[in-house]
């Protein structure tokens, strides 16, 4: 238990699942001496991890304020702000918020479980941000929800027993929002990290082996640890998991992260190897765990501190969430629990996603970044052919920076991040603009200014061939198998495949068209998103069918397509292309020469192949 939080000054909440069939929280804030003028009251727009404008006061249902027993009457000043009339008593608002949003980003609640994060319920009272915050987390009724409840958070205890609920506490409002809250009948398990305890809530319907995955995740914790050299101090970290049917997605915190995944990525009994599904929930799970150092601690100027009224822009982007995303999946091999084989296959997808978006020509990865407020997180069927993912190419400019570093001398992007958290892991002052790329090119002794302007600040492609074979590493594109196909692995045949160049889904048995890629066959003969395919040469198609029949055709043959467009049957003339070769499959060259094979050793931290 930690130590105790003056209630004198304290903001005091109160959180109670009141109606999970109507998916209710009820919420009430107290403040002990409000604003002579009339208090203010907002509630953040957005909730960092994830940068888009949510808008959470959305949700908000009804709201009132008391002082003693008297009412209050209630201004909205703005979309998440609200005036009080003056009170010469202390200040209650009770409010009630709807929360039926899946996700891990906001709040739900239903007769299963309840989830939510501080953004979603908890109004802030200007002036008081950096008051303590004391929240009682109350039980529902037992007869409206299934199970025994219990909580699972790590906000620090007040009153509290371990995972039951009661009081609980935080030092500021921007600690109390940094822990987000899990209840309901859930699975428990722990293993120990660092030397501190790491706990595993799961709630849903599941079969895992807790066993597995527990000793999985210790590998994968033990290393980040080891590779920061220490844990960020804290009592213990959470992995709060969702199961649903095909869910996935994480958020980070500063002591644990919400993380949404699909029954069949956990591990089940008697699995001996780790198979795609799973391999894919460890690496949501390392990517999440390693924002403890990444973004949590170091992090962008922009966001210290964070302003939650307003979009915070920066460029940097890349480094926070690529270089992360980079190391995600080489952690998994570096902490021995996929093969070097296996870790080629993830990379080779990373850059197939890459290759199959034309948006990577008219976007570069620093305006990516600047611009996901608007574009990243409010992407359309034209998203491939408009925007780069800062994700997937700052992955892969993590990748270009660490080969070319080791290329140059004894210095690695290993020794570039270690610094970063060495010099700002402990500094309220966040990384400005441009400081990672100058910490590098210092480390190195070598002038990146080329470098990054051409792949992070243009919109060049890292030279990853090049760098690639360096290690010993073969780079091969060949056309995709199918539209399912995500790279990575052999070809089962070299056959060029024949494409409408656009996606499609089923919609009444017609192909309903979807992204309409760049010079491809359907965006150069007028094909548009949302057209519905009905026949090919004035025989009859379903989506189903759709390719069989275009198989039929070979490169240059041009069909008559009929489709309509909204209500109106259109004709276009559409001459076939053969897939691109947008399929990338890596794999250890075995006549590589002792060099490149030592690099490589080096590089991924495994035995020489």
């Known amino acids: 238990?930690?130590?105790?939080?003056?209630?004198?000054?304290?903001?005091?909440?109160?959180?109670?699942?009141?109606?999970?069939?109507?998916?209710?929280?009820?919420?009430?804030?107290?403040?002990?001496?409000?604003?002579?003028?009339?208090?203010?009251?907002?509630?953040?727009?957005?909730?960092?991890?994830?940068?888009?404008?949510?808008?959470?006061?959305?949700?908000?249902?009804?709201?009132?304020?008391?002082?003693?027993?008297?009412?209050?009457?209630?201004?909205?000043?703005?979309?998440?702000?609200?005036?009080?009339?003056?009170?010469?008593?202390?200040?209650?608002?009770?409010?009630?918020?709807?929360?039926?949003?899946?996700?891990?980003?906001?709040?739900?609640?239903?007769?299963?479980?309840?989830f939510f994060n501080g953004t979603s319920l908890f109004l802030f009272p200007h002036g008081n941000e950096s008051a303590p915050c004391i929240v009682d987390i109350r039980p529902p009724a037992e007869q409206s929800v299934r199970g025994d409840w219990r909580v699972a958070t790590t906000l620090p205890r007040k009153s509290a027993a371990p995972y039951r609920?009661?009081?609980?506490?935080?030092?500021?409002?921007?600690?109390?929002?940094?822990?987000?809250?899990?209840?309901?009948?859930?699975?428990?398990?722990?293993?120990?990290?660092?030397?501190?305890?790491?706990?595993?809530?799961?709630?849903?319907?599941?079969?895992?082996?807790?066993?597995?995955?527990?000793?999985?995740?210790?590998?994968?914790?033990?290393?980040?640890?080891?590779?920061?050299?220490?844990?960020?101090?804290m009592e213990r970290y959470l992995f709060l998991v969702m199961v649903t049917g095909d869910g996935y997605g994480g958020l980070e915190h500063r002591s644990s992260t919400a993380l949404l995944c699909s029954r069949n990525q956990l591990p089940r009994r008697g699995m001996d190897e780790i198979d795609e599904n799973y391999r894919s929930f460890l690496g949501l799970c390392s990517h999440e765990y390693f924002h403890l150092w990444n973004v949590k601690r170091i992090k962008p100027a922009a966001f210290s501190p964070y302003d939650l009224t307003r979009e915070n822009y920066t460029r940097?982007?890349?480094?926070?969430?690529?270089?992360?995303?980079?190391?995600?999946?080489?952690?998994?091999?570096?902490?021995?629990?996929?093969?070097?084989?296996?870790?080629?296959?993830?990379?080779?997808?990373?850059?197939?996603?890459?290759?199959?978006?034309?948006?990577?020509?008219?976007?570069?990865?620093?305006?990516?970044?600047?611009?996901?407020?608007?574009?990243?997180?409010?992407?359309?069927?034209?998203?491939?052919?408009?925007?780069?993912?800062?994700?997937?190419?700052?992955?892969?400019?993590?990748?270009?920076?660490?080969?070319?570093?080791?290329?140059?001398?004894?210095?690695?992007?290993?020794?570039?991040?270690?610094?970063?958290?060495?010099?700002?892991?402990?500094?309220?002052?966040?990384?400005?603009?441009?400081?990672?790329?100058?910490?590098?090119?210092?480390?190195?002794?070598?002038?990146?200014?080329?470098?990054?302007?051409?792949?992070?600040?243009?919109?060049?492609?890292?030279?990853?061939?090049?760098?690639?074979s360096r290690f010993g590493i073969t780079y091969t594109l060949r056309p995709a198998e199918s539209d399912s196909d995500k790279g990575g692995e052999s070809a089962r045949d070299d056959k060029s495949r024949i494409t409408l160049g656009a996606t499609v889904t089923d919609r009444n048995g017609m192909a309903s068209v979807g992204t309409v890629f760049d010079n491809g066959a359907a965006q150069q003969a007028g094909l548009a998103t949302g057209d519905l395919i009905c026949a090919i040469d004035n025989v009859r198609i379903t989506c189903a069918s759709l390719q069989q029949q275009i198989d039929r055709y070979a490169a240059g043959d041009t069909v008559v397509l009929h489709a309509f467009r909204h209500d109106h049957l259109m004709t276009f003339r559409v001459t076939l292309k053969n897939a691109p070769a947008d399929r990338c499959v890596l794999a250890l060259n075995e006549r590589a020469d002792s060099p490149a094979r030592e690099r490589c050793s080096d590089w991924l931290k495994s035995p020489a192949f």
């Open 1 to 114: 238990m930690n130590t105790e939080t003056d209630t004198d000054t304290a903001i005091l909440y109160s959180v109670q699942p009141a109606n999970p069939a109507a998916h209710l929280f009820v919420v009430t804030c107290t403040v002990q001496n409000p604003a002579a003028e009339g208090q203010l009251f907002s509630l953040p727009a957005w909730i960092p991890g994830s940068y888009m404008i949510r808008d959470f006061a959305r949700n908000i249902m009804k709201i009132e304020a008391w002082s003693g027993k008297r009412k209050l009457s209630l201004t909205k000043l703005d979309k998440h702000t609200w005036q009080c009339s003056p009170g010469s008593e202390p200040l209650t608002l009770r409010y009630e918020v709807y929360a039926w949003e899946l996700s891990v980003r906001s709040a739900h609640l239903d007769q299963l479980h309840g």
């Open 165 to 233: 609920f009661g009081c609980y506490q935080a030092r500021n409002y921007d600690e109390l929002i940094d822990h987000p809250v899990e209840m309901g009948d859930f699975t428990l398990a722990t293993f120990e990290a660092g030397g501190t305890p790491h706990d595993i809530v799961i709630t849903g319907h599941h079969r895992a082996d807790i066993e597995r995955l527990c000793r999985d995740l210790q590998r994968i914790c033990q290393h980040h640890i080891d590779f920061f050299g220490e844990l960020p101090p």
């Open 316 to 468: 940097q982007l890349w480094a926070f969430e690529g270089i992360t995303a980079y190391y995600d999946d080489l952690a998994l091999l570096r902490s021995g629990l996929i093969t070097k084989q296996s870790y080629l296959e993830l990379l080779g997808q990373t850059i197939s996603r890459l290759l199959r978006g034309s948006g990577r020509f008219k976007q570069s990865v620093a305006d990516s970044s600047f611009d996901a407020w608007i574009k990243f997180y409010h992407q359309d069927e034209n998203a491939p052919n408009a925007i780069v993912s800062y994700y997937t190419k700052g992955a892969l400019i993590a990748l270009a920076l660490d080969l070319t570093l080791r290329l140059n001398g004894d210095i690695s992007l290993d020794d570039v991040v270690t610094t970063l958290w060495k010099e700002y892991g402990n500094r309220p002052q966040g990384v400005a603009e441009g400081a990672i790329e100058a910490l590098a090119a210092t480390l190195a002794g070598i002038d990146l200014g080329d470098f990054f302007d051409r792949y992070l600040y243009g919109t060049e492609d890292p030279p990853l061939e090049q760098l690639l």
